[in-house]
């Protein structure tokens, strides 16, 4: 464009007319041009609004009623359909409105809208409605028909059955076209962006952490072959093994802001190996990973804020869980805290807590150091903080050992057994450790602490054995150098126990995020369920659960009335089918909201409520199926 004709478009009001048709020639003709190659697809696609897969890229694809046409969207220009669809209407129609209109089952609709997703670990184009699209079969079908024509794909284009709508109708619909499944996708996927931040480290290939005997360094970027029970200090994780979006690699890598990706076979990748013992920069994106050499580590400092800690050591007797508040981190931890709170909550609302609950304060873990010898040792160790690694775990494992081997009070063993054989169906009873370094805002320490169980009749499950286990686990490897990551006083470190029935007969076990990790600022709920009690956090090797996105009622009019189920994927125990059924999401989809929103009254720091998040454990439990939540803290992201 010359400059003179830049000058008259600039002050001219003819040339603002001009402007704004050259503008709506050049869009038409981006957006109604047919779909011609993968080189067009490539152009105009880009990253779906939604992380919950990796290496995907979209295109959105809207049919106008109006105009009997259909538009390939340029994701460059627009991110939404409703911005491109008020540009075609020449006239803006507010979100509620078009939402209303265009994802229901009715007449109204003026588009169809869709998105084509390019799976590429799969080399397949596939159809996607949004999952709170209610979209009737036919005009689906004339939908996809309409892209069938007009693109290159032709009828190798699927359809992905996204949710539970669309999965009920499976059958029906591969008379009309071929459809992908969200576990296909799922198992396909060679690589995730866990924690999405970059690190500067030498890059090092250990097989198994756990047995791993050379010392680790904060500046060491590890390449592991399994995933690791906990995350050591160091400055990035590739990992060979997929995770689940609450694993507790995935929930401590958020916490610290690290890098952590996984890659199928990153270990034994060439392209990974030439980078061993090199000095790089790593850095993890939704799509993909990069790592670059460099000359020397930039200057950074930390800046985790000290976490403080309080503790109470004046209650001296068993605590009921009817006693227990949010208000009693300080004597009995922040796990049994946020369990009374649970159990207050569900006396108005429609869930249940783990019955026979009651708490040990920190009174009696504080004798018991002191009487076995542990806090000696325990003062030592504080003392010489530069001590090496292997002064600290043998320092370590010796406390651990004073700790089991001392007697635990008379008084409190005879107040726990007389409260368990009060009631015979609670002779067995989960021991669960409730610290004050653990749930909390900005130190989440999950996976670091132990449960055990005890029981009146077993001998070998006995209710000293399990105090002294939880009671010791304070003082793991693990969790004492991830304190002192966070930069946590370790002799203000306390550990209560909580205490409650066992579940010998759940039919599920889930963990819920109250937040849609993967789409910012966007309702939904990210749940991972599956059958009995095999762990969603630490799944035996081969074996997947649920991943799915429920919704919470809400006056957003995309979500009235409706139970959408975004499902992700599918336990590998059920054969395709979700472990739970419709009703049962919806109704932890409704108690989970009742319980965010107590919580956010009394912590959300500003921001949005939707980003809010807490996570939470539940149960279906015996052949009622009934809802037990029994644990909730702050989700740290």
Not at 46 to 75: F, M
Not at 80 to 101: I, K, M, V
Not at 295 to 304: A, D, E, K, R
Not at 363 to 370: G, N
Request: proline residues 3%; charged residues 20%; contains cysteine.
């Amino acid at each position: 464009m010359s400059g003179i004709l830049a000058e008259f478009i600039r002050y001219s009001k003819a040339g603002l007319l001009l402007t704004m048709l050259f503008f709506v020639q050049c869009t038409a003709q981006m957006s109604e041009c047919k779909l011609t190659d993968t080189d067009m697809f490539t152009r105009m696609s880009g990253p779906p609004l939604t992380d919950k897969y990796g290496e995907i890229s979209s295109l959105k694809v809207v049919y106008d009623y109006q105009t009997k046409s259909i538009y390939y969207i340029n994701n460059h220009r627009y991110k939404l359909h409703h911005e491109f669809c008020n540009y075609l209407r020449g006239y803006e129609q507010d979100l509620a409105t078009f939402n209303r209109l265009n994802y229901g089952a009715d007449s109204q609709r003026q588009y169809l809208l869709g998105n084509i997703n390019y799976v590429k670990s799969m080399d397949k184009y596939a159809l996607e409605l949004s999952p709170t699209d209610q979209m009737p079969i036919s005009s689906l079908v004339f939908f996809y028909h309409k892209i069938v024509e007009s693109s290159f794909m032709g009828k190798d284009l699927t359809v992905l059955l996204n949710n539970t709508r669309l999965l009920a109708m499976k059958v029906e619909l591969t008379s009309f076209f071929s459809v992908m499944l969200p576990s296909e996708v799922y198992k396909n996927v060679h690589y995730q962006g866990i924690s999405k931040y970059t690190g500067f480290g030498t890059i090092r290939f250990i097989d198994n952490l756990e047995k791993n005997h050379e010392p680790l360094h904060p500046t060491d970027i590890l390449v592991l072959k399994h995933t690791p029970l906990t995350l050591p200090r160091v400055a990035g994780i590739i990992v060979s093994e997929l995770q689940t979006p609450l694993s507790h690699l995935t929930i401590l890598g958020q916490n610290r802001k690290i890098p952590i990706s996984a890659l199928k076979g990153a270990f034994d990748k060439a392209t990974i190996r030439q980078w061993n013992g090199k000095l790089v920069q790593y850095e993890v994106r939704s799509d993909s990973f990069s790592i670059q050499q460099i000359s020397q580590l930039p200057q950074t400092s930390i800046s985790n804020a000290k976490i403080k800690l309080q503790a109470c050591l004046t209650k001296n007797t068993l605590l009921d869980i009817d006693f227990v508040t949010r208000n009693s981190s300080k004597d009995v931890g922040n796990k049994a805290a946020n369990f009374g709170v649970l159990y207050h909550l569900s006396k108005k609302y429609d869930f249940k807590t783990p019955e026979g609950a009651f708490a040990i304060p920190f009174y009696f873990y504080d004798q018991h150091l002191k009487s076995s010898g542990a806090q000696a040792l325990l003062n030592t160790l504080i003392a010489n903080p530069l001590w090496s690694e292997a002064k600290i775990k043998e320092t370590l494992s010796e406390i651990r050992k004073q700790i089991k081997e001392g007697p635990v009070n008379t008084k409190l063993l005879s107040e726990v057994k007389q409260r368990m054989a009060s009631d015979p169906l609670y002779n067995s009873m989960r021991f669960r450790s409730s610290t004050n370094a653990e749930d909390a805002l900005g130190f989440s320490g999950a996976g670091l602490y132990v449960s055990k169980t005890g029981s009146l009749t077993d001998t070998t499950k006995s209710i000293e054995k399990a105090i002294k286990d939880v009671w010791a686990s304070l003082w793991s490897y693990a969790a004492f150098m991830e304190r002192s990551y966070y930069k946590i006083d370790q002799s203000k470190v306390y550990m209560g126990v909580l205490v409650h029935r066992n579940f010998p007969n759940e039919a599920v076990n889930g963990v819920a995020i109250t937040k849609n990790i993967y789409r910012e600022g966007n309702h939904g709920f990210v749940v991972n369920a599956q059958l009995g009690e095999e762990s969603v956090v630490r799944p035996t090797a081969g074996v997947t659960c649920d991943q799915f996105i429920c919704f919470p009622p809400s006056d957003a009019s995309l979500y009235t009335n409706k139970t959408i189920i975004d499902i992700l994927t599918t336990s590998s125990l059920t054969n395709g089918a979700l472990v739970m059924t419709e009703k049962e999401i919806k109704h932890l989809a409704n108690q989970l909201e009742h319980i965010k929103r107590y919580y956010a009254l009394r912590h959300m720091m500003g921001g949005s409520y939707l980003d809010f998040g807490l996570d939470l454990e539940f149960k279906l439990q015996g052949p009622k199926r009934e809802l037990y939540i029994k644990q909730v803290r702050l989700y740290n992201d």
